[in-house]
Each structure stands twice: as structure tokens, then as C-alpha cells.
């Protein structure tokens, strides 16, 4: 990941001002009110409608889909393995016995609390404050998830796999059950996965993609109306002041259409897992112009 271009995302917003200015008081003020309408028109539309069809995309083939790709990857005796690899990465020299570590697992009760008291115990002396305990007990659980996230779907809904368990505390009182019940069949474990920790990256790309492409189809049909309007129109001579007041709405136009370039890098930068050279978001930070646009966007 690099920051060496930052510059080019300012020179992008530039040049979208600049063209916006020149078509403006080039075409007058009748036109570029217009224009500035479609563009306008066309952001809030995709804004608005880009949420649900994400929603409906993420409900359906896509969520059947990365479950079953879950279900081939995960089975009971590899996620105690690896839990119990991750747990004892903690620093705290302990050695997990399986046939214990799955009693506290269902033992009733909150899981989180059950596991750190078993390893609490495991030498006959407390290895750490409880609530740390409980703490770690909870990132290694998200450690486990996120990397087989990370094999089967990618590494940015494995990134947002980790985020969502470390937000939602009480995510493994639901999941681990039924990965140690029925160990021959893992597919509702495999959707609570998908649809809890996986479903919320494909609905940002989801929505991103959906946006660029109302916007885009939006946009270039009241542009083709437009101009097929005034196509059939004979003429009409453009003063001066019309002139400048089409570049003053051309400066206008301008603001959504950086916003739709935006949304283009931000979609780059989540395929690319913030780690492409070009496109990553340490790069737009450093910018002067385009980083509003794109903080504006992050709250979207």
C-alpha cells in the first residue's frame, strides 16, 4: 500500500471541475441548470435506492452461496483445533486439554465467561485479570472465524468478519452450539457466518456497485433526453451573463459528479482490500480536495 499518488485524486477532481465549468458556460444557463439537475437527480436516486438493492442482493444467492462455500470449509474438531491453537497464542504458557475445552464450550452459561474461567483454572492460579481474559477469549474466537472467512469468501469480508464479532460480544452464545451439536452438518452454522459476519462486506460492495450503476444509467438517460430536446430546438444565441452563470452551475454539477468518482475508488479500495498501491484510503486521506467527497461517502 502506497500514498506516493495521492495527487491524483485532486487532479481528478480538478479536471471534473474544470469540464464542468467549461460545458457550463459554454452551453448557457438553461442548459446547465439542467445539467446540474440530472447529475443532482441522479446521486440522490442511487443513494437511495443502492441500500435496498444491496439488502435483496445480500438475502439471496449471494448469502446461499458463501454458505455453502462455509459449510465445505468448516467441521467441528477443525474449529476446536484451531480455537484452541489461538487460545494458547495468548501468551499465557497454558496448555489446552480438547476433551475440557468442549465441556466448557457447552457447558450452559455465557460462553466467553465459561472458557476464561476454564483457563483461569487450567494451572491452579489466575494467568490474568478475568474481564482480559474474557477479552481475548473473544478476539481469538474472531481470529478462528475471520480466517476461514478469509479462505473460503476473501480477505475484506474476513476484515469485516473480525469487526462485526468484536462489536458484537454475545455473537459466539449463537454460533458455537452449533458448530459442536450436529457435527455432521455444518450449514446452519455456515449461515449464521454468512449471514452475520460475511453478509455486512457484500452489502458495502453491493451497495457501492449498485450506486454506480443507477447513477450511470440515470444519469446518461435524462442526458440523452436533454440533448435530444434541445436537439430538435432551433439555436438560441448565449450572452455573457448566461455565460458565467453556466459556469457558476457547471461548479455545482461538479460536486456530484466528484461524489460519483468517489464512490468508483472507494469500490477499487474495498476490492483491493486497502492494500492496492493506487487505490487505498491512506492515499485519499493525504489529499487536499477529493478526501471531503470521500469521508462524506464513508458515512453513506
Not at 444491496?54 to 467441521?75: A, F, H, Q, V
Not at 457484500?202 to 447513477?215: E, M, P, Q
Not at 452563470?245 to 479500495?269: E, N
Request: aromatic share 12%.
Amino acid at each position: 500500500m502506497g500514498t506516493q499518488f495521492w495527487w491524483f485524486y485532486d487532479v481528478i477532481a480538478g479536471a471534473i471541475l474544470l469540464i464542468s465549468i467549461f460545458a457550463g458556460s459554454k452551453s448557457g444557463v438553461k442548459k446547465s441548470v439542467f445539467y446540474f439537475a440530472a447529475a443532482l437527480i441522479s446521486v440522490v436516486v442511487a443513494m437511495l435506492m443502492s441500500d435496498t438493492i444491496s439488502e435483496n442482493l445480500c438475502k439471496g444467492p449471494i448469502s446461499s452461496s458463501n454458505s455453502r462455500k462455509i459449510e465445505n470449509e468448516i467441521d467441528t474438531d477443525t474449529f476446536v483445533a484451531e480455537y484452541i491453537e489461538e487460545l494458547e497464542d495468548m501468551g499465557y504458557s497454558i496448555r489446552i486439554d480438547a476433551s475440557k475445552f468442549e465441556k466448557a464450550l457447552k457447558k450452559e452459561g455465557n460462553i466467553n465467561e465459561n472458557v476464561a474461567d476454564y483457563i483461569n483454572d487450567i494451572n491452579g492460579h489466575n494467568v490474568d485479570k478475568r474481564d482480559i481474559v474474557i477479552e481475548k477469549v473473544r478476539e481469538s474466537f474472531g481470529i478462528v472465524i475471520s480466517d476461514t472467512v478469509s479462505r473460503t469468501i476473501g480477505r475484506y469480508a474476513a476484515i469485516t468478519a473480525a469487526k462485526t464479532i468484536k462489536e458484537d460480544t454475545e455473537s459466539m452464545q449463537e454460533l458455537i452450539p452449533l458448530l459442536l451439536t450436529d457435527e455432521e452438518n455444518m450449514f446452519p452454522a455456515a449461515g449464521v457466518i454468512a449471514d452475520k459476519y460475511v453478509s455486512p462486506a457484500y452489502k458495502v460492495i453491493g451497495k457501492l456497485v449498485a450506486f454506480l450503476i443507477v447513477f450511470a444509467l440515470l444519469f446518461l438517460i435524462i442526458m440523452v433526453s436533454l440533448n435530444a430536446f434541445y436537439g430538435d430546438r432551433k439555436a438560441e444565441p448565449v450572452g455573457m451573463a448566461s455565460h458565467i452563470t453556466g459556469g457558476i452551475f457547471g461548479i455545482l454539477t461538479a460536486v456530484p459528479l466528484i461524489f460519483a468518482a468517489a464512490v468508483c475508488v472507494r469500490l477499487w479500495a474495498v476490492m483491493g482490500n486497502d492494500e492496492m498501491l493506487f487505490f487505498n484510503n491512506a492515499a485519499v486521506d493525504k489529499t487536499y480536495v477529493f478526501r471531503y467527497f470521500y469521508e462524506f461517502l464513508m458515512k453513506f
